[in-house]
């Protein structure tokens, strides 16, 4: 499948449009090369995807869900050829990139199929002052949705958003991070074979600026997946038209460790957790909170795991490269300034950061105040700290300005803790599990941003409620007329003090 894309074609006496390459982040070598939309150019695809959106809105949850099913099962058939496109703009393993597709198809299907039962008309109680009305409530789409997506994840992420708005009934405008321009268009590309009709989905590409010009286009909801900076700058772009945002904007999340957890199996997930993926996952593991009990033990298979993965773009290697260029710089910040102040570095360090490929390292005894605790590092890296106990570890996760998603490793006060902490989503004796189950929500609170993608909530998310009322008997009581009477008001008192009084 082709992955070329062009730009709104321009006069002879316009200049060609701008373009930009994307890279191969272990090599640096050009992979494809994309336009840079002017505001111009979105403004017009916007336009499209309106006429679009009133085809797509217009058929079944049915029809819509047949289409989408059609979708994910080109993304399953061609899963080895979408890998390698992942691969090659991401630096990721293929079996990595695999994985990604297979869950991103998981979502696909289970909002196909749900969306009717979850935003469909359904009847509601009218109470009893009105109980001479009918009333329901049904949830409508939006009509375009734009979506910003991330380069870590540049399949499962934006999808999230996209098939989720799809299934609601929107068109959507999709711009992919400018590091994985490439993995977009195969996307739209494969959407295009299953609706040739309309234009329901949509590509832009290009830099910044082409991501504020979707802000300011008019649409009728921003999805983005970033950091919480970039994050700031949407809703700034999105207010002036009153854009209604939905904002996942990274975590520093934490594992805790119980005394009375399977230390095997916590430290296989921390391992995972922190490093798979170069460590570049906003529900990664970047934090653990290990019982004292436990602490040592702990430890010690950590660091016989982690010195087993090796950051590399060979296909021994379990992890690739920083995707992002500036990436290693950030992540040998935040070891050095660990360092600095007292942390011990028991796999890795300084010198396991290069200019492309960053080695895994392991922190322990790391001041809660330094820059490894507190800012999202976004590379192979773990903090580990010890704890007097579970109420201890819940408070310094707790402490965090994020709020993404969390882990704990307990055999009795797993649900417990997991109520405790202060995030979106926590998975419990497992890491991560939440993000492949389509019937939950993903999201976070705090500097991780609003709203939800995945499950009921997502699907929502992209529709508003529409709630109607209407006379099914001739009225008892005249409530809203200047003719109501005495005798009605004396009614309405009493059949309240009746029910509630």
């Given at each position: 499948m082709s992955t070329a894309i062009t730009a709104p074609e321009t006069s002879a006496d316009q200049a060609p449009p701008q373009t930009f390459d994307s890279l191969d982040p272990a090599t640096g070598e050009v992979v494809g090369t994309y336009p840079i939309f002017d505001a111009a150019a979105v403004n017009e695809t916007v336009a499209r995807a309106r006429t679009a959106a009133a085809w797509w809105s217009n058929l079944s949850f049915d029809e819509r869900g047949e289409y989408l099913r059609k979708w994910a099962g080109v993304l399953t058939r061609r899963m080895n050829q979408l890998a390698e496109v992942v691969h090659a703009e991401t630096g990721k393993p293929?079996?990595?990139?695999?994985?990604?597709?297979?869950m991103a198809v998981d979502h696909i299907d289970w909002a196909s199929r749900n969306a009717k039962k979850v935003l469909g008309r359904k009847r509601v109680p009218a109470g009893l002052v009105m109980a001479d009305h009918a009333a329901s409530v049904e949830y409508l789409p939006l009509g375009v949705i734009g979506v910003i997506g991330p380069w870590n994840y540049p399949v499962f992420t934006p999808l999230g958003s996209i098939s989720y708005a799809l299934a609601a009934g929107n068109a959507v405008v999709f711009k992919p991070s400018e590091y994985t321009p490439g993995v977009g268009a195969w996307l739209v590309n494969a959407f295009a074979e299953v609706v040739r009709e309309q234009p329901v989905l949509q590509l832009i590409t290009g830099l910044g600026a082409t991501g504020e010009a979707l802000c300011r286009s008019g649409v009728d909801k921003l999805a983005f997946t970033g950091s919480a900076a970039t994050g700031r700058k949407i809703m700034h772009s999105c207010a002036d038209t009153l854009t209604p945002v939905l904002i996942e904007a990274g975590?520093?999340?934490?594992?805790?460790?119980d005394e009375d957890a399977n230390i095997d199996a916590a430290a296989d997930a921390a391992?995972?957790?922190g490093l798979s993926n170069a460590g570049q996952t906003c529900i990664?593991?970047?934090?653990?909170?290990v019982h004292e009990k436990v602490y040592d033990q702990f430890v010690n298979k950590v660091t016989e795991l982690a010195r087993d993965v090796r950051a590399g773009s060979d296909p021994d290697a379990k992890i690739g490269p920083m995707t992002m260029p500036s990436q290693p710089g950030v992540v040998r910040s935040h070891i050095s300034d660990a360092l600095e102040r007292g942390a011990t570095a028991v796999v890795g360090g300084l010198d396991a950061v290069g200019d492309r490929l960053v080695q895994p390292t392991v922190l322990v005894n790391v001041p809660e105040d330094s820059t490894a605790m507190t800012e999202e590092t976004f590379g192979?890296?773990?903090a580990v700290n010890k704890v007097h106990d579970m109420d201890e570890a819940v408070t310094l996760a707790n402490a965090s300005k994020y709020g993404l998603g969390s882990t704990v490793?307990?055999?009795?006060?797993?649900?417990?803790?997991?109520?405790r902490i202060r995030s979106g989503m926590t998975a419990i004796n497992s890491v991560i599990a939440f993000a492949g189950i389509p019937s939950l929500p993903f999201g976070g609170i705090g500097d991780s941003g609003f709203g939800r993608i995945h499950g009921p909530d997502g699907l929502k998310e992209f529709t508003y409620a529409k709630a109607v009322a209407k006379r099914r008997l001739p009225a008892m009581l005249t409530l809203t007329s200047f003719s109501r009477t005495p005798k009605a008001d004396k009614m309405v008192t009493t059949l309240t003090n009746l029910r509630h009084g």
């Open positions: 293929h079996s990595d990139a695999q994985l990604e597709v297979a975590g520093k999340d934490a594992l805790l460790v391992v995972w957790g990664g593991v970047e934090r653990v909170y192979p890296t773990l490793f307990s055999k009795k006060r797993g649900e417990e803790l997991a109520r």
